[in-house]
């Protein structure tokens, strides 16, 4: 039985050297929730000393450096990357052109260099692979990308004609989630608020760039 608290993305391997054991089951295994439990790889954490997956060494690294769109929407109508191939430690450009077919590309999150089209801009287009960071950062910036740009929207408004409600969300429960009277309630209601809130675009990003 895996040790309790060790979570995808925090680094933390399971080889000598990390503290985490992952072959005897945890002295807090089964124990109620709500007791206080010792994560066993906290120590590790709050002293600096757990390991991130970029940290353990392997031989023969190779490194990637993204090709991303430089057009809101529209499609990659060609590209240029015989001065990035040239360069000495470049393995490869992956683009559309040559990046291996998915089996299933229907999650288009996942359907990545599928396709010519781009959705947005900043969207991956592509990929340098070179022998260090450096190499495939220099050579991703002398790829060269021509583009067919589309009329795009950046604002996302109340009357937009594109607006629509999906079947289903994150990734399959009911779009709708009513519950009870909602106009009974306001009107009963001794107070009301009648407001429009808005939030600026939040990313989740890895504490793991590289890994």
């Known amino acids: 039985m895996t040790s309790t608290g060790i979570g995808t993305g925090t680094g933390i391997g399971t080889g000598a050297g990390t503290g985490v054991s992952t072959g005897a089951a945890s002295p807090e295994a089964g124990a109620a929730v709500g007791a206080p439990l010792r994560r066993r790889e906290g120590r590790a954490k709050v002293t600096g000393t757990a390991p991130y997956a970029f940290e353990h060494p392997v031989e023969g690294p190779a490194y990637a450096h993204a090709l991303q769109s430089t057009v ?40 990545i260099l599928q396709s010519d089209e781009v959705h947005f801009r900043g969207q991956l287009i592509g990929a340098v692979v070179a022998d260090t960071p450096e190499t495939a950062r220099h050579a991703a910036s002398l790829v060269r990308v ?48 009648d407001a429009t809130y808005s939030t600026p675009m939040e990313h989740n990003n890895p504490m793991e760039p590289h890994a």
């Not at 990046?99 to 996942?110: F, V």
């Not at 994150?170 to 009870?180: V, Y």
């Open 72 to 111: 809101a929407r529209g499609r990659v109508t060609s590209v240029d990357s015989a001065a990035a191939e040239a360069l000495d430690g470049v393995v490869a450009v992956l683009t559309h052109l040559n990046a291996a077919r998915l089996a299933d590309s229907q999650d288009r999150e996942l359907a």
């Open 146 to 193: 021509g583009y067919e740009q589309w009329p795009h929207s950046t604002e996302m408004r109340a009357d937009d004609p594109g607006l629509y409600t999906p079947d289903q969300v994150n990734p399959a429960f009911d779009t709708e989630s009513d519950a009870g009277d909602l106009a009974a309630a306001l009107a009963t209601a001794a107070v009301t608020v």
